[in-house]
């Protein structure tokens, strides 16, 4: 979901992209690991926190019924609230129980005060003589409950009466059907048309009954079976059909009802069972897309499991549960909409959970745990040929977790391993050693199986006074046998044979190559470095002996693509494709893709935000085994497939616990996951996006319309009609602009899509709105 501002604006195109999760995963894991959790409470501008209902109309919108607060329209981005004070939109009351929309785009929305009617064409409250044949008493009368049936009818409760409205083709009154029974005197009473029939099922004196209009203007009830006679004082709260068997949620309980066999089976809460109902008192029930039942309470929420006949309790509360779906235990509503759940309590506002689309693991430093990752931002990740995971932090040391382990050991300079705990760049050289440079403290030299032993401590001091105090990357080059050492000012090659540090390009050059980050070696024997001023291209054929140090080398300095711009690059990663294509990642110029033509010439193409990448700062890239590469950047973590040059981004609403990624701190492991580190810890991602994302269907809504800087309010002079049902605006030409507000109606996250623009006449192509 994502909404901008967009002036002279005629037509717009939406691409949106969603990971599916299988439905056999779901089934056989936990509830809870699926989902992501976003709350819209009065701090995005509801009213009140305490939600009654929520209901979703035919163009997309979502209604939210407020306890004290009226009623509110949400599109994903704002509100439209309706009230006893509205303009234009006033309710009898601010405390409205629920909507329910007719076939004529009409809103009948429940409350203590009546009911109101707002047209959905307009977003104006009706006369109840606008609907000829319609009694006012009928209007004015307390109204706990309202729903629409399958045949388009309008079923209301006042009290001591059940109601059924039927319409004609031009939406006056055709019939009122009524029934009046002692079972109906509740504030509370629940009816549905479970079966889709035109009929309701609803419980009078604990007995279930199904009601069908009869001759005249009576409402008939039957009872449905023998087997759904309970207590008089039961009270239920919803019905619900799940394939063959109806759900029954009340206030002992839950209630299964398999008509085939005509059996009801009876689910409670038992003390002491975490599998069970976490509560007797039962809110409301739903079902999802991939057919699991939610069973809500206001001791959160319950997952019903058909493998153990047992549940999956969701609640705010749980012994050892960091990250809670729920800011509240108090769940009054519950209602589904595509792959989104949408979760009305009674403190928290709405709880809106989403699928995951990354499947991950945190990791971050925990001072109760001496097992867990050393604290401050990791800088450094490698795995080694064993699958051991090294990690780099700032200021916190060097991690090292072996294969299969959960947890870490630490070594720094206080237990003498390290000459420094600012750990920037790890690599391994032939003789099993591994190189840990430093932000501070030189290169430290390792042994990989005893860490605890620094075999060597390499600094200015045995190294020509060569200033290699502060290492910005480090990289073993098998063709010389050396490690090429960036630093901050200056490259420099450590000889493995003469075990010497010696200048490998003409001294005034090497020497003033500042800031000396990311490097790789290519397929064709080139070492490629980034650094302050672009990037440096060293042939490492060139040297042909020992003797002669220095090898050749090129020097691009200016925006890759455009060096005629005279703009000073800054390269800072590097990866290379299974194709052998080289992708380069810059600081402040997005992602570059070079390619050489076939009669030699080297071409770079950007991919900048503007294409859709979250950020231009591009901190480091890996690729996945399906050719994806993925970029962590300062404001998120994207997958970019080159095929359709299409970027899939990824921030906390996707589960992770931090957006701004460290420049080179990535790692793909033999198990192919993907390491990124952080400022604060690292992510480990299992790269399982399918070739083919489909999105949940997006209607796209204009939502708000500007003229000469002024809002436009619909129902009157140039907009006679809401956004949504019209197809034509004049517009006088005194006016000197006008802009429109417009929304996916999809509620994905905002970095779950993409817009595009055309202003025909004018703009020859689709023109990419900027992702924020």
Sequence with gaps: MKKILIGSLHFITILLWLLLLPDCILAQETFAKHYNATYITMDEGLPANFIEDIFQDSQGFVWLSL??????????????????????????????RCVREDRFHRLWVSSEGGVDLIDLRTLQTLRPDKLKGLPATLMNHPVSHIEADAEGCIWTHD??????????????????????????????????????????????????????????????????????????????????LKEH???????????????????????????????????????????????????????????????????????????????????????????????????????????????????????RHDKENPGSLSRNPVNAIYEDEAGTLWVGTVEGGLNRQAKGSHSFQHYTYENGSLSHNSVSAITADAEDRLWVGTWGGGINLLEKKNPQRRLQTLTPANCNNYPIYFIGSLTYDSINNGVWVGANEGLYFYDLK??????????????????????????????????????????????????????????????????????????????????????????????????????????????????????NTVRTILGD???????????????????????????????????QFYWNAACRSTDNLLYFGHVTGMVAITPDLPSYLPSQPAPLRFTRLWAGNEVVQPGKGMLPKDLPFTRKISIHESMQSFSLEFSALNYEPENAGSYSYRLIGFDKQWIPAPAN
């Design 625 to 659: 085994d399906k050719g994806h590469l993925w970029l962590a950047t300062n404001n998120g973590l994207s997958c970019f497939l080159p095929e359709k040059k299409h970027f899939i981004n990824f921030t906390k609403q996707d589960g992770l616990d931090c957006t």
């Design 159 to 240: 009290g001591n009466r059940l109601h059924r409205i039927a319409f004609n083709a031009a939406g006056n009154i055709e019939s009122i059907h009524s029934l009046n029974h002692a079972g109906i005197q509740k504030n509370n009473l629940i009816f549905k048309d479970i079966e889709q029939k035109g009929t309701v099922w609803i419980s009078l004196n604990g007995q279930i009954c199904n009601v069908s209009p009869q001759g005249g203007d009576r409402l008939q009830a039957v009872p449905v079976s023998r087997s759904l006679n309970f207590a008089p004082d039961i009270t239920i709260s919803d019905f619900i």
């Design 67 to 96: 306890s004290g607060g009226g009623l509110s329209r949400y599109d994903g981005y704002e509100f439209i609230h309706f009230n006893s004070n509205t303009f234009h939109r006033k309710l009898k009351s601010n405390f409205v």
């Design 498 to 615: 003469q075990e010497k540090m010696i200048v490998p390009l003409p001294d005034s050059i090497a020497r003033n190559i500042h800031g000396c980050i990311g490097s790789i070696i290519d397929r064709d024997g080139r070492l490629w470095i980034g650094c302050l001023e672009g990037t440096y291209i060293i042939d490492l054929h060139s040297r042909h002996t020992a003797v002669q140090e220095q090898f050749r080398y090129r020097h691009l300095k200016y925006k890759l693509d455009q060096p005629e711009s005279g703009l000073i690059e800054k390269i800072v990663c590097f990866h290379q494709s299974e194709d052998g294509t080289l992708w380069l990642g810059s600081n402040g110029c997005g992602l570059y893709r070079r390619t050489v033509s076939t009669d030699g010439q080297e071409r770079f193409e950007a991919y900048t935000t503007v294409d859709g990448l979250p950020n």
């Design 245 to 363: 068997e109806i759900w029954i949620a009340s206030s002992q309980g839950l209630y299964r009802y398999d008509r085939n066999n005509d059996v009801v089976k009876h689910y409670e809460y038992v003390t002491g069972d975490p599998n069970s109902l976490s509560q007797n008192f039962l809110t409301a029930l739903a079902v999802t897309e991939n057919k699991q039942l939610i069973v809500a309470t206001l001791c959160g929420l319950n997952i019903y499991n058909p493998l153990k006949d047992n549940f999956e309790q969701i609640r705010n509360d749980l012994p050892g549960s960091k990250t809670p779906l729920l800011n509240s235990n108090f769940v009054n509503c519950i209602t589904t909409e595509g792959r989104h759940i949408w979760i009305g309590t009674e403190s928290g506002g709405i709880n809106l959970l989403t699928p995951k689309r990354l499947a991950l693991q945190n990791f």
